[in-house]
């Protein structure tokens, strides 16, 4: 099955013509592997029962709730303020954030733009019976959220990044937003690639996890609406893809014995778990260059060899937090960094014990961790967030910080909201 021929890019409207130069996709080969077209006639969905489906997906929404919310602590701060900032003798709690003129806009234990952004992908899906992403209506909805907020909450739209808001601003995103979102990469000479993306689209390997081509489409649509880098639409697709397999039950099924030989690329090292490693280079080894090379036109200035390579060498398997150097302040917000720190948290080895007591220290220790890398921090620590609660579940989140998060019930009716949809389309 030819996901990226079937799915991507034969549902990509071309731009207009006016548009220098026209954005046409490549109908890229691409197939999965031979070990995952040799299914039964009819597979399980999931290897997971239906109470840790919902566990998982309510890990995810949380996760990625409370790492903005505690990420808000050292947003756009130095690894030097923030340490001086929230020092040993008095570390980082919900209350004791700093209240400056840009975090006191929130009130304490709130989530960012970058929750409030997947709460409208969430709201958009669950706006039809069948969970599919129409992506004139989440454009719509996206406006509609940067002019009210979250209406539901009385949650003003602050923090709106650069990207989003000169897409949002086009005259004419509400009929065409990839229209708008590629001339805006267009103007920066085709070098941005931010975190605005990959930030809000976790949500989106849920709908449908085990059709992958429906994950893809749907991640690559969202992503479309205000970001036209194939860096930012790669960094999307990683994120969705990992929460899908996920939901498969996939995580952990490496066979034992296996060494971190046999995985090809980067080998692990002792602070990654090899399922985890195995699941990021089975994504990379099969999408990273396809997407990357996404692009017809040749005139298009963009390196993809270049870009696999940093991709693969520097930021999906980083030997520590410190490594990405995530408070540089030329590139914070650069979504490679946001995805590298994400893969750091996911990849961390779980208790032996399984407990659900050690999986909330890591949980805290590892977000706690990140966010002291200071930099984009809500940004990073939403979609770390969102990719180790999904592989914890809600049960192991860190009460404390559940019991300070703004929002909870309404989280919680979307979660179920969402669980609803998705177990009827499973039947």
Known sequence: MNILRSF??????????????????KST???LPQHQQQQPPHPPKSALS????????????????????FGLATEFLTKQQATETYPTTNPLSFSNFLRDTHRARWREGDFTDDTDQMLVILNTLLEVDLLRLDQLAFAQNLRAWSK?????????PFGIGMSVGQAIRSPDFLSNPSTSAFRVWQKSGFRMAANGA???TAILGVPYFWDESVVMKQTVDAALVTHADPRCILSCIVVTFLVARMLQGKLGSLEKGSSSDDLGGSSSSSHQDPSCTALIQDILQNLSLPILNMYKDASIPFDATHHNKQLTELFAFPESLQALELDESNSIGYTFKCLGAALYCFMQPLSDSGLEEENSRLFTRVITELVMEAGDADTNACVAGALLGCRIGFSSLPKHWLESLKHKE?????????????FHEME
């Open 8 to 25: 991507l890019f034969n549902f990509h409207k071309p731009l207009p013509t006016d548009v220098p130069p026209e954005l046409v996709l």
């Open 198 to 200: 990959v930030m809000r």
């Open 410 to 422: 309404y989280l919680d009716q979307q979660v179920e909201a969402l669980c609803i949809a998705l």
């Open 50 to 69: 239906k109470q840790e489906l919902r566990n998982r997906i309510k890990g995810l929404v949380f996760g990625a709730a409370l790492g903005d919310a």
């Open 148 to 156: 009210h907020g979250l209406v539901a909450l009385n949650k003003p």
């Open 29 to 31: 080969e691409y197939s």
